[in-house]
């Protein structure tokens, strides 16, 4: 990252669609983000007239990108144990997608994109926020950056992106026949 520029951190809106697509498919894989799931995922981050979700640009280059759903903004399926959260579902929000392009890691990047979206879900009512971590990512990094933020881990989920690899998408390590763990964490705000 170039000592020379700062980071400029802002909510996300439409027109970093494509920017955030991109980059969303170019760390995750092929088929990760859509026109269509943008747009649904995007929504699910606005309550109260507020935005949880946020870019992050170096100049007019996006470097990362953080998307969150509101409390109440979000089905839960066979891949969440709320049974085990020490929050109510209508309290606790998602952590849909966080992602920041490999050469600007290590810069506290994404940990600053987490803090705005916490900050905004609080105002939204949340008093947690759930997440599914890649535990295939290099070096187990989405797990360890996670629990660095106070993430706790609530359940192990083997193959949770099976159904989502053999839809389209191309998980970087597995390619169409995904079974990567997602490791269900959940923070706890203050």
Known sequence: MSD???????????IDFDNVIALGNFVHGD???SDENIITWFKKG???????????????KIVGFRVSYSPGNYLTDQ??????????????????CNTVDENYRGFGIGSKLLNLSVQVLK??????????????????????????CG????????????????????????KH??????????IYFD
């Open 79 to 96: 891949w969440y144990s709320p049974h085990l959260w020490q929050t109510d579902i209508a309290d606790t929000a998602y952590f849909k």
């Open 46 to 60: 606005l309550k109260d007239q507020l935005n949880s979700n946020f870019v992050a640009y170096d100049g007019n």
């Open 151 to 174: 993430g706790v881990l609530v359940k192990d989920h083997p193959d949770k992106w099976y159904q989502d690899s053999i839809e389209g998408y191309k998980c970087a390590i597995c």
């Open 4 to 14: 020379e520029k700062q980071i400029i951190y802002r909510p996300m809106n439409e």
């Open 123 to 148: 105002q939204q009512g949340a008093k947690a926020g759930v997440s599914h971590l890649w535990r295939q990512s290099p070096g187990n990094s989405a797990v360890k950056y996670f629990t660095k």
């Open 177 to 186: 026949d995904c079974h990567c763990v997602a490791a269900e964490m959940i």
């Open 31 to 33: 088929g990760y983000m």
